[in-house]
């Protein structure tokens, strides 16, 4: 079973507040990823981490920021929320090792509405 | 540019066997797999290929032909549990996925 954990589940807020969503795991899993999906869309990646101090962009262009200060954490920011940043946003994580599959382990979600 | 095509809905009825099919393009191909994802929750891993050929796991079984960018994913004695979206998603270079819009499957009675 994935031990990876979202914080807040549900959030709901008004426009130019200053939001972070919160990603924690406990697998030891040096590989992090934020995907942001819209209903019925495909997940896309805006986010990943290859371990502590590193974090790039994904495809899919974000407003958003990441920090990754400890390998169990990795946090992601929007300074200034716009109703168009109005989606869910998924954490994933996987291991580094090669030779296997490394498939990626999923947190349950946030749901964010932005007003 | 990197693409991955799979249909938006299908439907079967309890005990039958479904057919997801998944093509797609892409550069840098490490890998296809496909992820269980229930309504609101976060998808879960069913299955992985990255050498041609069918892996069978259970009720689930998953088939790659590299050479025809094509996949599909074979659900046997259909539950109602199983109802889901059905993500087909391929690692390009190391370890980044893109994903199927996915395929949405309703099991009746």
């Known amino acids: 079973e994935a031990d990876i954990y979202q914080t807040p589940r549900y959030l709901v807020i008004g426009t130019g507040k200053k939001i972070t969503l919160e990603c924690s795991q406990t697998?030891?899993?040096?590989?992090m990823y934020w995907y942001q999906q819209d209903p019925g869309m495909e997940l896309h990646l805006i986010h990943y981490s290859y371990g502590v101090n590193s974090t790039e962009k994904g495809d899919l262009s974000s407003e958003s920021t990441v920090s990754r200060i400890r390998t169990e954490h990795f946090p992601l920011t929007l300074e200034s929320a716009r109703p168009s940043h109005t989606s869910q946003y998924l954490c994933a994580s996987s291991d580094r090792g090669l030779g296997f599959v490394n498939e990626q382990f999923f947190g349950p979600g946030t749901r964010l509405t932005v007003l | 540019g990197q693409n991955i095509d799979q249909p938006t809905e299908m439907t079967a009825t309890e005990g039958a066997i479904v057919q997801i099919n998944c093509t797609y393009q892409?550069?840098?191909?490490?890998?296809l797999f496909w992820y269980q994802q229930h309504a609101g929750e976060a998808p879960t891993f069913l299955s992985y290929n990255v050498l041609d050929g069918l892996e069978e796991k259970g009720r689930f079984s998953s088939f790659l032909s590299r050479s025809k960018g094509y996949s599909y994913l074979l659900l046997k004695e259909l539950q109602m549990k199983d109802s889901a979206s059905y993500l087909c998603a391929v690692r390009y270079n190391t370890d980044k996925l893109i994903f199927g819009t996915g395929t949405r499957l309703q099991v009746f009675p």
């Open positions: 697998m030891g899993h040096d590989k």
């Open positions: 892409t550069s840098g191909f490490n890998g």
